[in-house]
């Protein structure tokens, strides 16, 4: 193999440019960088940041590469997810670009080292016969499902400085390890599905008690879904007039996204909320077909309200009040989810201790849950249900 001939072939990549820049790709492209005349120390510290770089990813280089070259986010990706049709000229260089990464990397430790006079040991790394080209049509043909760009690496995101970026660890809860509220989540469930399906869906509210399984039940189904294109973008009510941004930034994404507000209420005097009352309006600006709000509060209205705030005959405040009241009606789809009785929060704390494979009686198990749920201060919910299975596993653990 011409390493130097493959050092002039980068050069005339341009559609995907940014994997050149990509660091371990970059490290190796250095390496080839005429090898020849390199100084054996410089040929060996530039191939242990090689290695080093694609040990931290990948032990294949030929997957390791394939990965940023269909994850890379560039003009003709994002066209073709938009049904755009390319200029002939266009489409051969970027088969040509594909055939250079394939070769690339297909290098092998062996294609490297040979010539240089060095008989040390040198880290190796395997390769793998993948057709790039039919890889990338492949990616296209399912865009919808994996996107490109960041929002093909990553599910869940978060809002830092105006931009989105990924959860560095993200909620790993799924459907299956939720107990309770199969209705009321299945609602939930069954509205995700219609936006992944591109038929009409509901902005939506789960509210009710703390600890019942709202915020879970939302990053559950993310997780539940996300190889079928589902991401989440967690904000803050701080960050509702981001909420434009947001929207411009992926509504024309081939990707479906759930805009999520966690924990969310209003106080009068507040106006940040007038962003979202937009989106939840469905203004010109806000529609788009692959987005969706969801919501959770505390309160079946949003709205924080005392006494004193009743007070008087400033029709501005109460203007302001009933606006903030209303917030909740335009969620198309609200979901309550309350407190359990006895007998479903001793089910749920069961299915809790089966899960983690906890064997107990049941009348003492029953007993034993609802002194914990009285003595917590919480009352029941999932969320105590499990704090009382957590302890009973560290009782077990004491014993032993």
Same mark, same amino acid.
């Given at each position: 193999?011409?390493?130097?001939?493959?050092?002039?072939? &980068?050069?005339?990549?341009?559609?995907?440019?940014?994997?050149?820049?990509?660091?371990?790709?970059?490290?190796?492209?250095?390496?080839?960088?005429?090898?020849?005349? %390199?100084?054996?120390?410089?040929?060996?510290?530039?191939?242990?940041?090689?290695?080093?770089?694609?040990?931290?990813?990948?032990?294949?280089? !030929?997957?390791?590469?394939?990965?940023?070259?269909?994850?890379?986010?560039?003009?003709?990706?994002?066209?073709?997810?938009?049904?755009?049709?390319?200029?002939?000229?266009?489409?051969?260089?970027?088969?040509?670009?594909?055939?250079?990464?394939?070769?690339?990397?297909?290098?092998?430790?062996?294609?490297?080292?040979?010539?240089?006079?060095?008989?040390?040991?040198?880290?190796?790394?395997?390769? !793998?016969?993948?057709?790039?080209?039919?890889?990338?049509?492949?990616?296209?043909?399912?865009?919808?499902?994996?996107?490109?760009?960041?929002?093909?690496?990553?599910? &869940?995101?978060?809002?830092?400085?105006?931009?989105?970026?990924?959860?560095?660890?993200?909620?790993?809860?799924?459907?299956?390890?939720?107990?309770?509220?199969?209705?009321?989540?299945?609602?939930?469930?069954?509205?995700?599905?219609?936006?992944?399906?591109?038929?009409?869906?509901?902005?939506?509210?789960?509210?009710?008690?703390?600890?019942?399984? %709202?915020? !879970?039940?939302?990053?559950?189904?993310?997780?539940?879904?996300?190889?079928?294109?589902?991401?989440?973008?967690?904000?803050?009510?701080?960050?509702?007039?981001?909420?434009?941004?947001?929207?411009?930034?992926?509504?024309?994404?081939?990707?479906?996204?759930?805009?999520?507000?966690?924990?969310?209420?209003?106080?009068?005097?507040?106006?940040?909320?007038?962003?979202? %009352?937009?989106?939840?309006?469905?203004?010109?600006?806000?529609?788009?077909?692959?987005?969706?709000?969801?919501?959770?509060?505390?309160?079946?209205?949003?709205?924080?309200?005392?006494?004193?705030?009743?007070?008087?005959?400033?029709?501005?405040?109460?203007?302001?009040?009933?606006?903030?009241?209303?917030?909740?009606?335009?969620?198309?789809?609200?979901?309550?989810?309350? %407190?359990?009785?006895?007998?479903?929060?001793?089910?749920?704390?069961?299915?809790?201790?089966?899960?983690?494979?906890?064997?107990?009686?049941?009348?003492?198990?029953?007993?034993?849950?609802?002194?914990?749920?009285?003595?917590?201060?919480?009352?029941?919910?999932?969320?105590?249900?499990?704090?009382?299975?957590?302890?009973?596993?560290?009782?077990?653990?004491?014993?032993?």
């Amino acid at each position: 193999m011409d390493r130097n001939l493959l050092d002039c072939k &980068m050069f005339s990549v341009t559609v995907l440019w940014e994997v050149t820049q990509d660091h371990t790709v970059n490290s190796l492209w250095k390496l080839l960088d005429d090898w020849t005349e %390199k100084p054996i120390s410089e040929f060996i510290e530039q191939y242990s940041t090689f290695i080093e770089a694609l040990y931290n990813q990948n032990i294949n280089l !030929s997957e390791y590469i394939l990965k940023k070259v269909l994850e890379d986010e560039n003009f003709y990706i994002i066209g073709k997810a938009q049904g755009k049709v390319f200029d002939s000229y266009i489409v051969e260089a970027v088969e040509n670009e594909l055939k250079v990464f394939q070769e690339l990397s297909r290098l092998t430790p062996e294609d490297i080292t040979a010539g240089i006079d060095y008989d040390g040991f040198l880290p190796r790394w395997r390769t !793998s016969d993948i057709d790039f080209i039919s890889e990338y049509h492949k990616r296209l043909e399912n865009i919808g499902k994996y996107g490109y760009g960041k929002y093909s690496q990553n599910r &869940m995101f978060i809002m830092r400085d105006g931009e989105t970026v990924p959860v560095k660890y993200p909620d790993t809860q799924r459907l299956d390890h939720l107990y309770g509220y199969q209705r009321e989540r299945q609602a939930v469930i069954d509205n995700t599905l219609a936006l992944l399906d591109g038929k009409p869906a509901q902005n939506v509210l789960l509210y009710g008690d703390a600890g019942t399984g %709202k915020s !879970s039940t939302v990053k559950a189904i993310v997780n539940e879904y996300a190889d079928r294109g589902l991401r989440l973008i967690e904000i803050t009510k701080e960050q509702l007039r981001d909420i434009p941004k947001i929207i411009d930034d992926i509504s024309h994404n081939p990707l479906k996204f759930i805009i999520f507000i966690d924990d969310l209420t209003f106080t009068a005097g507040e106006d940040c909320f007038g962003s979202l %009352k937009a989106m939840l309006e469905g203004s010109a600006s806000a529609r788009s077909d692959n987005i969706a709000i969801y919501a959770t509060s505390n309160r079946r209205h949003l709205v924080k309200e005392t006494f004193s705030e009743r007070d008087g005959d400033d029709v501005h405040r109460n203007d302001t009040m009933q606006e903030l009241i209303s917030l909740s009606a335009r969620f198309g789809l609200r979901v309550n989810f309350g %407190k359990p009785d006895k007998k479903e929060f001793v089910r749920i704390a069961g299915e809790l201790a089966k899960q983690k494979g906890l064997e107990f009686d049941e009348k003492d198990f029953e007993m034993k849950a609802e002194r914990f749920a009285m003595a917590s201060g919480n009352g029941r919910s999932p969320r105590t249900a499990r704090q009382f299975v957590n302890q009973l596993i560290n009782e077990q653990k004491q014993e032993v």
